[in-house]
């Protein structure tokens, strides 16, 4: 059964990232994939490896509220 709530992101790039977190701030809960295991370790961990102003809370804060999680392909 499908859930509207849930979504997946692939990719954890430029776009994909950015992309993902606002999903998961909106209160959606989002799984970001990415063949990266630096990148999904990072997320996974609250951590930002790109410079975007004010991305680097959001994601803490989705990832600690558990809208946020990541795994590698």
């Keep these: 059964m499908l859930t509207p709530n849930r979504i ?3 990719g954890l790039g430029y776009v994909g990232l950015p992309t993902a977190v606002v ?6 809960e989002v799984v ?3 063949v990266d295991a630096k990148k999904v370790e990072a997320v996974n961990d609250g951590r930002c490896y790109l410079r975007e102003p004010g991305l680097d809370v959001l994601l803490c ?6 809208f946020l999680r ?3 392909l």
């Design 8 to 10: 997946c992101v692939i």
């Design 61 to 66: 804060d989705s990832v600690s509220k558990g």
């Design 23 to 28: 999903f998961a701030g909106k209160g959606y």
């Design 32 to 34: 970001g994939v990415d």
């Design 70 to 72: 990541t795994s590698a």
